[in-house]
């Protein structure tokens, strides 16, 4: 079993953050209100490899370059930072040749949050 099996990004407008992530990856974020918490789920399928996330608009939660780094697998990490840039994101590290593990590159998301990209090709 995977050490790692839910993961939150921080952000300051959840309809922002929301519209970024679906453009750029392609998915349907699902909404969640918990008391306090507004959020937006990732895609999960139940006992499959990886872990499930969500976008998290709460009092404590800041978006930041800091901190732990959350990476998403992707196809084509050029294709990905391509709609990263065109949707309000920024490339912190561009595609970087990881030898045997594939490749990874890093970005700025809409709310200033640092994240990764992992592609095996």
């Not at 300051?12 to 990856?25: H, I, N, Q, T």
């Not at 699902?30 to 990732?42: E, L, N, P, T, Y």
């Amino acid at each position: 079993m995977n050490p790692v099996n839910w993961f939150e990004i921080p952000v300051s407008d959840l309809r922002r953050a929301k519209e970024f992530y679906e453009k750029v990856f392609g998915y349907e974020l699902s909404s969640h209100d918990m008391g306090s918490w507004k959020m937006a789920w990732f895609p999960m399928k139940k006992d499959e490899a990886g872990s499930a996330g969500t976008l998290m608009q709460s009092e404590g939660y800041t978006p930041s370059k800091k901190g732990t780094l959350v990476y998403f697998t992707v196809q084509d990490i050029d294709k990905t930072l391509d709609k990263i840039k065109k949707n309000g994101g920024k490339v912190l590290m561009p595609k970087k040749d990881i030898g045997e593990h594939g490749f990874i590159a890093h970005f700025e998301d809409c709310e200033g949050n640092k994240v990764a990209l992992h592609s095996v090709k």
